[in-house]
Nanobody, 115 residues
Framework: QVKPVESGGGLVQPGGSLRLSCTAS????????IDWYRQAPGKQRDWVAI???????NYADSVKGRFTISRDNAQNTVYLQMNSLKPEDTAVYYC?????????WGQGTQVTVSS
């Protein structure tokens, strides 16, 4: 199985931006879809965004208009551009690969939005 490796998290002030990366050790073109999820302390893991193999995208209502998911197949990487960040966006962000044969999760990257 190929596991995602997330990076790019950190501490940012409200209204700021971060770009998360989700990288694979081999080509991502075989995955049917790649999702971003997030989990705040004491809460369930929530779906954030998806990008399909065809390039289609969708977003949770809570991030629509602020977050953008994209992919660079040559770099085997999916990005999550996060703008206008709010304290309620604070969470560990996880990437998930979905293929016909398996689903795999990364270890997550912490995003903290605080002044």
């Amino acid at each position: 199985q190929v596991k995602p490796v997330e990076s790019g998290g950190g501490l940012v002030q409200p209204g700021g931006s971060l770009r998360l990366s989700c990288t694979a050790s081999e080509s991502i073109v075989s995955f049917n879809a790649i999702d971003w999820y997030r989990q705040a302390p004491g809460k369930q893991r929530d779906w954030v965004a998806i990008i399909t193999s065809a390039g289609g995208t969708n977003y949770a209502d809570s991030v629509k208009g602020r977050f953008t998911i994209s992919r660079d197949n040559a770099q085997n990487t999916v990005y999550l551009q996060m703008n206008s960040l709010k304290p309620e966006d604070t969470a560990v962000y996880y990437c998930r690969f979905r293929s016909r044969l398996y689903t795999s999760w990364g270890q997550g990257t912490q995003v903290t939005v605080s002044s």
